[in-house]
C-alpha cells in the first residue's frame, strides 16, 4: 500500500464515524412521544415513505421529470462511485482484474451520472430561484461529487492517476462530513419521520378515494 | 423593530439547543436546496416570488441552527450560510413564517427528500412566540380565548342567548316540544362543541346539527362556557398558552361527566384537540374524542339517522381541509359523510392528501395584515371551485367556510358554502 491509500483508509474511517456519529446522535435522541390515540399503522407508514411515497403523485417529481431524473442518475453514480473506492481499495489486496466489458459499462454509465451531475451544477448556477436557494456548500458539494464520478471514470481508463484519484476522494470524504452531504443520514431519517407522522394519523399508506 | 434583547435570543436558541427528540435536528439537516417544492406552495405559485418557496422557510430556521448548533456553522458561517439571529432576521421570520404559510403541509408531501416543512415553519413561529414576536392580531385571538374560554370573546349571556334562540327554531321545525340544544347537562354520551363563529355568524350550523342530534336520538349536550373547539396556539406556537387552551375541553368533559368528546367542524381545531393536545398535555386522553363527520358516518352507518339524496339536487363538491385530510387522516369518512347526502358529486382536481389550503389556514384569517395575499393565494382554490361547475361547496370547517365565502364574493363564484352538518341536515328525513 501507497502513503494515499493511508491517507484515503484514514479519511474513509473519520467520514464513517462522524457519520456514524450522526446517526447514533438521532438514535439517542428518539422518536417523539406521541400521547394521542393512533388511528394508522407506524410500520406501514414508515414502510411506504420509505420506497412507494419516493415517486408515488410527487409533485418534486413528476412536475420535474428532467431534474427528478438526473438527480436519481447523479445518486445512483455516486453510490456506484463510492462503491468502486472501497473495491479499489480492498483490491489491493485481491489484485483482481475487472472484466473489461464490465469497466465499460461502469464507464458508460458514469459518464451519463457526471454528465447529470454537471447539468444539475449548471442549473442551480443559472436558474434565479436555485441561485437565490443555494449557499457555497451546495456548489461546492455538487462540483466535489461530480468531480469525484469523474476522477473514478479517469482511474478506470487509467491507473496511472491513481495517487491524484486517492487524495480527491479522501477531500470528498473529509468534506461529507461538514455540509450537506451529510444529509446521506439525514434522508433516511427524514423519510422514517415522516412515515411515523403520516402512518400515526392514517395518511399513509394512501387510501384510494372511495 | 426594535433591539432584540440578549434574553429573548436566549429564548428562542434554547428551542433549537434543546430538541426533545430526533425529529427536530432530522429535518433542518435534511433540506438539499434543491428547490423542487416551489410548485406546490400556493404562496410561490401565486406570486412567484422567491422568498415563499418551502424551501427557503426552512431554510431561515436551518440556517439558524446550522449558525449556534453546528461547528462548521460556528467555524466558517458563509460557507454553509449561517446567521446571525438579529433584528433583520427577526423580521425576516415573522413576514415569512407567520405571514406568508398556512402551515397547510402540502410542501411536505411532495418535497424530494421528506423534510416536514410545516413542522419546521412551525419551530420558527415557537422561536418568534418565545422572542415575544407573534403578530398582535393573532396574538389577540389566543388571548381570547385564555381568558374568556373562546377565541370571540363572546359573553356567555350572549352565547346562551343564540343557543336558546335556535333552540326555539328548532322546537318550531320539528314541532316536537321536546327537541333540544341542552347546555351544560351532565353525564351525557356527547360534550359538542362549536367554532365561536358559529354562535357569533353562522347560527344555522348549530341548529343544522342539533337537528341531526334530534334525529339520531343522541344524548349530548354543550356547555355555556367551555365550548371552543379552535385552539390559536397551535398557530402562535406558544405550546403553553396552546396546553391551557386544549385543557379547557379536556376539563370540561371531566366536569360534565360526558363519555365523548365530538370535535365540532374545525379542522385546526380538531388536529389541536385530537393530534396535538394529549401531547401539549403530557398525557393520553381517558376518554374517546372523534370528529363530527365520524360521529355523522356512524349514525348513517347504523341507520340512525336516514338520508334522502334526491333533496339536493344541485352539482355539490368539497374543499378537504388540511388538518382534517392530509394532516388528519379522514380522506374518505369526509366523502362518506357528503355523498350520502348528495347524488351530484364532483371532486376538485387535486384533492384529498394532494389538496390545496383555502388559504386562511394557519392563522392567517386571524392576522389582517396578511389579507391581501390570504385573498391573492386563495384564487387557486377559487379556480379549483369554478372548474368543478359545483353550485354547492361543503367543507368540515368554518375557518375554510370563512375563507370561502370571502374567496366566493371576491372572484365572484356564485357557489353556497355549507358546512357537513349543514348538508347532512338538508338531506335528513325525520321520521315521527
Ligand atoms: S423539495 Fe425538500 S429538499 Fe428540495 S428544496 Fe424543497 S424542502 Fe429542500
Ligand atoms: S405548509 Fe403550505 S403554505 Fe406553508 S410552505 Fe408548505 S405548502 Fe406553503
Redesign the interface.
Known sequence: MNWYHWIALGALAICALVLFAHFIRLIRLGNPTDYSKKSGSVAKGVAYSSTVAMIDHKESAYLHIPTYFAGMVYHVGTFVSLFLFVFFLINIALEFTLPLWLKWILIAGLSISTLCGFVLFVKRLLVKNMRNLSNLDDYLSNLIVTFFQGMTIGYLLCPCVEAYYYIFVSILLLYMTLGKLKHVVYFFAARYHLGFFYGWRNTWPPKKVK | MEKLSQEQIDKALKILKM?????L???L??C?????????CMYYKSMKE?KF?P??KV?LVASLYRRYCT??GKIAP????ARDLDEKMAEEMVDILFGACTLCGRC?????????IAYVVRIGRQMLAAMGLVPATLQATVDAALTTGNNMAIPTEEFVDTIKWMEEELIDEMQDENARIPLDEKDKNILYTLNPREPKFFPLSISAMAKVFYAAKESWTLSSTMYDVTNYGLFNCNDEEAGIIARHLHDEVKILNAKMLVLGECGHGSRAN??????Y?????DF??ITVAELINDYIRSGRIKLDKTIIKERVTMHDPCHL?????L??EL??AVKSAVNDFV?MNP????NFCCGGGGGQLAMSEYNDRRIKIGEIKAEQIRKTGATIVVTPCHNCVDQLMQLNHHYKLNVKIKSIGEIIADALVIEK
Open positions: 430538541p426533545a427528540d430526533s425529529k435536528v432530522t429535518h439537516n435534511a438539499v436546496h434543491c428547490g423542487l417544492c416551489a410548485d406546490s422567491d418557496i424551501a427557503r431554510e461547528l462548521t458563509k460557507l454553509v450560510n411536505v408531501k411532495h418535497c424530494s427528500i421528506g423534510v416536514d385530537r393530534w396535538e393536545g394529549p401531547n398535555l403530557g398525557m393520553k386522553y374517546d374524542m385530510v392530509r394532516n388528519g387522516g380522506l374518505n366523502r362518506f371532486e384533492h384529498g392528501n394532494d
